[in-house]
């Protein structure tokens, strides 16, 4: 059985409170489980509560055991890792990759900043679990026990990955901290800038992009998109923040056949009320034209692929 549990479904900053306490204020972190294969996507700060978790369900059955990925290493999805407690219980194995900035980082020297002096009383070099760090690109990866991952490469102003986990024909998807590609030159011909040549290649470039990235989430049977913004917030200065909307997740899932939409990212000001709300109404709007189920992220939930 492949199924995902939501620790954080939070974007940019932790936002507790009464007005997030259904849907959550931990920012960004998944456990995917295939049986008892093991993977975490991301280490915002709902790693902490799953720490604690697999403290308490996982290490009395035996080490514990993972494949830790992150998607970018802004903080909202690096935060919550100094406080992850299997760092401290010497059995623990954690194998933590994702994409690099630049050619002189690597994901442990990234790492090893967050625990600095400067922002953290605890070193790297005194954690006590064994992990090893790895770079990641648009390739497959065995995890084993019958367990592969895939990554795409999505748009969002730092270098980012969505995954696409597959166990036994089923597989779930992450596309978060993403928005369409779209051209970066100006198509208007009474720009001063306008380039026609520049403009055609940037609207093959953008057109193929998005292609690549509706083969990576085409039939999957969960799909985790970004949902930070409506359409109107969208355009109204946030295009290039590297977020997508509600309406285009579900545009493009019903497009790729998806079974079933996590509506994910949500933005910190959006309240319980608001996302109750924009739940139902986009359920709303698919009711009776297709089978795909519209589920708003909730921390705790637990999705079956």
């Not at 690597?106 to 900043?113: A, L, V, W």
């Not at 895939?150 to 928005?179: M, W």
């Not at 030159?185 to 057109?207: I, L, M, Q, V």
């Amino acid at each position: 059985m492949l199924h995902v549990r939501i620790w954080g479904c939070r974007g940019s900053i932790p936002c507790p409170g009464a007005s997030t306490a259904e849907f959550g204020g931990n920012t960004a972190c998944l456990e995917i489980r295939a049986d008892n294969k093991l993977a975490i996507v991301d280490m915002g700060t709902g790693i902490r509560p799953l720490g604690d978790w697999l403290v308490v369900h996982d290490l009395p059955k035996g080490p514990i055991d993972a494949d830790i990925f992150v998607t970018h290493t802004h903080w909202d999805h690096i935060m919550g890792f100094p406080m992850f407690t299997p760092l401290f219980i010497p059995t623990t194995k954690l194998r933590i990759r994702g994409p690099v900035f630049y050619e002189d980082d690597t994901m442990e020297s990234i790492i090893s900043t967050l625990l600095s002096y400067r922002y953290w009383p605890v070193r790297l070099n005194e954690l006590a679990a064994h992990i090893e760090y790895g770079e990641i690109k648009e390739t497959g990866l065995d995890l084993g026990s019958g367990l592969r991952v895939g990554a795409k490469y999505l748009n969002h102003p730092a270098l980012c990955l969505g995954y696409r986990f597959e166990y036994q024909g089923k597989s779930i998807v992450t596309a978060y901290d993403t928005e369409p590609f779209r051209n970066l030159f100006t198509s208007n011909p009474g720009d001063p800038g306008y380039d026609a040549a520049a403009a055609r290649e940037g609207e093959a470039a953008a057109k193929e992009a998005n292609e690549q990235f509706f083969h990576f989430i085409k039939h999957a049977d969960v799909l985790i998109y970004d949902s930070m913004y409506t359409t109107d917030e969208y355009n109204a200065g946030k295009i290039g923040w590297g977020h997508s909307t509600y309406e285009y997740a579900v545009e493009v899932a019903l497009l790729a056949g998806v079974r079933k939409l996590v509506l994910f990212h949500h933005d910190p000001n959006r309240t319980d009320a608001q996302l109750t709300v924009l739940e139902s109404e986009y359920r709303e709007k698919v009711r009776g034209k297709t089978g795909m189920e519209i589920i708003m992220a909730r921390e705790g939930a637990v999705i079956e692929a």
